[in-house]
């Protein structure tokens, strides 16, 4: 069974559960995911397949898509309907699946939670106060210690710095996952997920949405 469906974050809002208590959740576009291709421990070396979702745009006078001649080839050569994009999901026996079965929203009806996983928002540059949270220094006029990182060196031995010290650096971006989040509704007519709380990403992400 292919437990993964990848889909776009819409944003956040609140519903009503059967005991009326007002949920917060994150709105997931997850339009059908279809296999584009099969691969097996003979061919590949490994047990997956690949799906294809997204809408891809098509040339008005020639009718084809607009997509890069090596992408073509390959939906070609799979015989598959072009998709935007395309993700790899491990199976157990990818033999069992062919080129054009779909996974929909209505195989996550009976699901009680989901693992999530999505590219962070990025912070720029940020230094440790905001990355790690370091509490800085005093804030009187007469202190010289701020919002500086602190001492980070060492004596004579081993007179280096640590690898993986907290220091000021590139913040967010990141690939998170957010584990065993509620799924409060499934809309199979719109494509959507809500599910229970916050998840990584920016509005119009791509996620990735695992039975947990």
Known sequence: MINAIYGKKIGMTQVWDENDNLVPVTVILAEPNKVCQVKTTATDGYEAVQLGFGAVRYYKQSGDPRINKPMAGHFAKQGAEPARYLREVRVENAADYKIGDAVTVADFADVKAVDVQGVSKGKGFAGVIKRYGFAGGPGGHGA?????????????????????????????????????????????????????????????????????
Not at 151 to 158: D, E, I, L, Q
Not at 163 to 192: F, I, S, Y
């Open 144 to 212: 010289h210690f701020h919002r500086a990182p602190g001492s980070v060196g060492m004596c004579a031995t081993p007179s280096r710095v640590f690898k993986g010290l907290r220091l000021p650096g590139h913040m967010g971006c990141k690939t998170t996952t957010v584990k065993n989040l509620a799924v409060v509704r499934v809309d199979e007519e719109q494509n959507l997920i809500l599910v229970k709380g916050a998840i990584p990403g920016g509005k119009n992400g791509i996620v990735r949405v695992r039975m947990a």
